[in-house]
Nanobody, 128 residues
Framework: QVKLVESGGGLVQAGGSLILSCAAA????????MGWFRQAPGKKREFLAT????????NYADSVKGRFTISRDNAKITGYLQMNSLKPEVTAVYYC?????????????????????WGQGTQVTVPS
């Protein structure tokens, strides 16, 4: 069992940046693939980025490639999502997730159903 807690969300002006953090408790983070998703009101949960257990492999949704960066620090049992050049359309609740059974993040890391642990979410708002 692992508990995930996101932080770092808030209100940011268009063009600005935010760093979201995902702190894990209960198990060593290095045992899990990590992912970030977001969900805007009335929309489905959307994949953003995923990172392998070692941090050596990452994969991104096309919509955020080049603007968002996923990383992790297994020693600090924390994952991160650096978000740059933010636009109003990114306003949503952002979730981190951990998977104990994904073996290939390039094929399965984008699927929400592949993750067995989720944080409570953190709100990111970019006013138009």
């Amino acid at each position: 069992q692992v508990k995930l807690v996101e932080s770092g969300g808030g209100l940011v002006q268009a063009g600005g940046s935010l760093i979201l953090s995902c702190a894990a408790a209960g198990r060593t983070l290095s045992s899990y693939v990590m992912g970030w998703f977001r969900q805007a009101p009335g929309k489905k949960r959307e994949f953003l980025a995923t990172i392998s257990r070692s941090g050596s492999v990452t994969n991104y949704a096309d919509s955020v490639k080049g603007r968002f960066t996923i990383s992790r620090d297994n020693a600090k049992i924390t994952g991160y999502l650096q978000m740059n050049s933010l636009k109003p359309e990114v306003t949503a609740v952002y979730y981190c997730a951990a998977s104990s059974f994904i073996s290939n993040i390039l094929s399965a890391g984008c699927r929400a159903e592949a993750y067995d642990y989720w944080g409570q979410g953190t709100q990111v708002t970019v006013p138009s």
